[in-house]
Structure formats: structure tokens, C-alpha cells
């Protein structure tokens, strides 16, 4: 452990949604890890799904705590205990409504936040972007913020640049596609592609809290982003340098994460034993099996789960697919075909529920991973060197596609043309085939794969001693430790 933090206090407040929370709680234990005293935000609920982390944690000596706030779930509309994204149940194209939500429940939490900010006193808060009142509570103890948006570079970018340039409002049709404005590397999108996040002519509450989350961003201290420069320097500088934000790369986060048992329990409790799964995947010869999971949230209709039982079974590669159903022993499950599972014995695995994803991903057997492009993801498959297939279904994931496919060149696109909130995306089978064969055995698995291993090593070595993520983390720490030591004196 360095003594670099001078026991610099963190407060980590994330979104309550998996795909922010777990990069939090991975954050706040690299903080700990580097001497600081951490402390993680949240409610009853989503502290349940980490207290055996925080546990292991503090076990190994890591100076690291959960403050839990009640969160107001029925004066805001939500169902009683409904705290977390993953937790909705209603169509994908209902969750801006649910962020809403979200977000209003949240804000209710701003006092209970001021008083534990008085009473503890941290040096610093890591709030998400969402969060965008935690800038005025900790501003009046004069206390910095710094924003986390579970992003990287390249899609913070090309955000930035359709806000501010509105390539998209300059086509004639949802469908003409336009180049991202400014962004290097001739990035084309449609508008049909473009999620809540960027096309403002949804109105209403959801673009409002858009527009307050920009403003408290702007006025933050700065941004810190779950990424690597070597993974995408033109980026990382073109945000520091052409839009002047200060931000500091820290990623991957997820390699805060070493044992099998934390790698096992990261967000939360698999529905499977972790040795049954390595046991599967051990008996697997290198690079044999494709990974297949689209997120926390993402819910397929039945007809699109029968498409990729099908699509798989067709390519002929060996699998683990993640649904998200849970197992009803009464309930015919109309999304698989009959006896799909006992003709796939020892060829495919489906894991309903929680996978352990950063077991999986990491296994020597793994050599193709069908994503949905969110970033922690993405970021995962890029560390663990596999190459992709991008199925991108909403936020900014789209932006994600392109940066795999076109920037990496570690991935192949299955063709989603739109994102979910328009109706219509659905992938044939052939189409699932084609893309899981071709990305496992095709022509360019080969050259794929060897920057994919390149870019997975070159992730690692960031956050080794010495690595550019470990060094801007230690230089955050330090500035950090400076405006404590200033404010003290
Ligand atoms: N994850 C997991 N098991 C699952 C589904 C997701 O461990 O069954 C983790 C995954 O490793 C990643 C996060 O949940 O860290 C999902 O974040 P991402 O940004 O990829 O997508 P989101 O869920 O936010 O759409």
C-alpha cells in the first residue's frame, strides 16, 4: 500500500444500476489500495449486493465502508425496494421514464448526503454524472466533485461533439447517416441509432435532467474515466486538450479484481457455483468457446431468444449465453426450443440470471465474446484480448460499436441499424451464425485475435506500477492530497 494519500477520505456515490455501480465499487477499491480512506454511497438494497466485497476488502486491510441512505422508492412512484435499474421489469423503451424516476429519488437523497458530508468530512466525492445535485452538496462544504460517466474517451467525445455541433440535426432523415463532427476518425452514425442520451428532441423531464446533469458536469473539478491511454490516446487527449476537461484515466477498473472469489461475486451473486463454471470451461481446449451476454438490464422478447438459441446452435462453436430469465420449474420456457439444453450438453452453456462475467471472460477457453457494447463490457472484453461481435441496443453503445469495429478493429457488427427505443430490431438467425462463426473461425479471427491479445496486455500492464493508469491514478491522489494539505494549513 503507498502512503502517497496521506489517508485522503473518498466518498463514491454511484447510479443505482449495475453498469455504474460495479466500476464504483471497483474504483473505491483502487483508491483503498493506494492508501485512501473510501467510503461508498448507497441504499439498503444495492449494499446488500456488495457487502461481501466490502467484507473481503476490509479482511485484506483495505480501509473501505458502505454509508447506506434509505431511498425513497414509493414517493417517487417506484415499487417498494425498487432500487436498482436491473430491478425494472417494463419494456427498454419505458427506462428513460425509469431513469427519471431514478433520478428524482435520488435527488431526495441530497440531505442525508449533506449531513453525512458535514459529519465525515471526505476530501473529495466521485458522484456519477446522473447525480448532478451531489455538485451543489458538496459545494457548499467546499468540498470538489469529481464526475464518473462509466464511459471512455472515444464515446465521451463524439457526445460532446453532437452536443455541441449537432452534426445530426443537418440530415434530411432518421436514416441518412452523418459524421460526428469534429471527432477524429470520420465516425458516421444515423440518427436512428442515437439513444435518449443524445437526441434532444425527446423534451420533456428526461432531456431537462440531461441539460441539469451537463451544467453541475461543467462546473465539476473534473472527470474520471474507466479506460486506458494506450486504448485510445487520440481521445484522451482530444477530450484534455481541444475540449480542456481535466480527467484522469484510471481503467481498466475491473483489474482491481485478482482472486477467483471476488472475480466470482463482482455485482452480484452468480446463478451459478464458480467452480461448476470453470470446471465447464477447463474442459474446453484455448480460445473454443464464445461468451455471449448483453449487460444487466437487457431483457429479449422470446422470439429473439429462440433467434440466438438457434444462431448458436448453427455456428457450431461452443458457448455460455447469458439470459436474463429466472429458471420456473413450472413455467414452460417458450423462449428456448425443445430439449435445446440436452442437445447442447457439453457444447453450450446457459447461464439464467448472474454470470460470472469476469471469470468467464478471463478464461483461456474464451475466444469470442457477442456483446451489447455497454462499456464495462466492452472494456472487459478488450482486457481479457477476445475480439466481438457488437449487437449495440441503446445509450451510447452505438459509439461503442464504432470504436471496437472501426478505431480497434477487434470486432465485426451483427448490423443493429437502431436503437431499441424504435421498434423493430430483431437479428435472424443466419445473421447470428454468420457473425459468431466468423468472429470464432472466419478469415479475420486470426489478425482480430492478435490485437485483441495485444490491446488485453497492454490493458493489464496499465494498472501495474508504472502503467499510464496506475501513474494518473497515483497523480489524482496526489493533487487530491495537495488541496488537503493546503486546506489544513
Ligand atoms: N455483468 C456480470 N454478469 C452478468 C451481467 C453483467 O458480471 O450477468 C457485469 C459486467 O461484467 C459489467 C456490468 O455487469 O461489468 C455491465 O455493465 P455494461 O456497461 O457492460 O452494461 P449495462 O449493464 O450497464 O448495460
Redesign the pocket.
Known sequence: MDSESHQLHMFFIPFL????M??AVDMAKMFAMRGAQTTIITTPFNASLFSNTIQRCKNSGLDIDIKVLKFPCVEVGLPEGCENL?LITTPKDANREMVVKFCKGAAMLQEPLEQLLQELKPDCIVADVFLHWTFDAANKFGIPRLVFH?TGFFSLCGLECMRLYEPQKKVESDSEPFVVTNLPGDVKLTRKQLSDFIDQRIGGDFTQLLIECKASELKSYGVVVNSFYELEATYADYFRNVMGRKAWHIGPV?QCNRGTEEKAE???E??IDEQECLKWLDSKKPKSVVYV??????NFAAAQLMEIAMGLEASGQQFIW?V?KKKNKEEKEDWLPEGFEKKMEGKGLI?R??????LI?DHEAVGGFV????????L?GVTAGVPMVTWP?S?E?FLNEKFVTDVLKIGIVVGIQQSVKMLGNFVKRETIQKAVKEIMAGDRAHEMRKKAKALGEMAKTAVEKGGSSYTDLGDLIAELSLRRHSALN
Not at 444500476?17 to 455504474?20: K, L, N, S, T
Not at 456483446?371 to 466492452?378: E, F, I, V
Request: with cysteine.
Open positions: 444500476a449495475p453498469g455504474h460495479i466500476p436491473d462509466g475491473s463482482r455485482g452480484n452468480a446463478s451476454s448483453f449487460g444487466s438490464t437487457t447469458v436474463r447461464i440470471g448472474w454470470a460470472p462475467q469476469m471472460l456483446t451489447h457494447c455497454g462499456w464495462n463490457s466492452t472487459e441496443l445509450a453503445q
